[in-house]
């Protein structure tokens, strides 16, 4: 069964950083772009990053604007966010996804999602 399990999440005063990870099992991903997403209450769901098989190319929400950096690391089959000069407006559910149906930089069709992790940044 494939599983996607982040962690990280938690709660930050406004300007802080958390780094969040997303391991992966089940299968291999080090083949396949893989993603962040959040959810913010009563809002729908927000592309954040992605990050291709390698590494080499990412993509960020307008949003971003260099706050946030993915990464991936295919040895532990898991990626990462780091979120630095969080806002309170960056207060929501992150998902990881993996294994896109069509451009990493813009589909939002993911073949697997993880439940998420909060994070609540207060101001």
């Known amino acids: 069964q494939v599983q996607l399990v982040e962690s990280g999440g938690g709660l930050v005063q406004a300007g802080g950083s958390l780094r969040l990870s997303c391991a992966a099992s089940?299968?291999?991903?080090?083949?396949?772009?893989m993603g962040w997403f959040r959810q913010a209450p009563g809002k729908g769901r927000e592309f954040v990053a992605a990050?291709?098989?390698?590494?080499?190319?990412?993509y960020y929400g307008d949003f971003v604007k260099g706050r946030f950096t993915i990464s991936r690391d295919n040895a532990k089959n898991s990626v990462y966010l780091q979120m630095n000069s969080l806002k309170a407006e960056d207060t929501a559910l992150y998902h990881c996804?993996?294994?896109?149906?069509?451009?990493?930089?813009?589909?939002?069709?993911?073949?697997?999602w993880g439940q998420g992790t909060q994070v609540t940044v207060s101001s």
């Open positions: 996804a993996a294994d896109a149906v069509g451009s990493i930089s813009s589909t939002v069709l993911w073949n697997y």
């Open positions: 089940g299968r291999t991903f080090r083949n396949n772009g």
């Open positions: 990050i291709n098989w390698s590494g080499d190319n990412t």
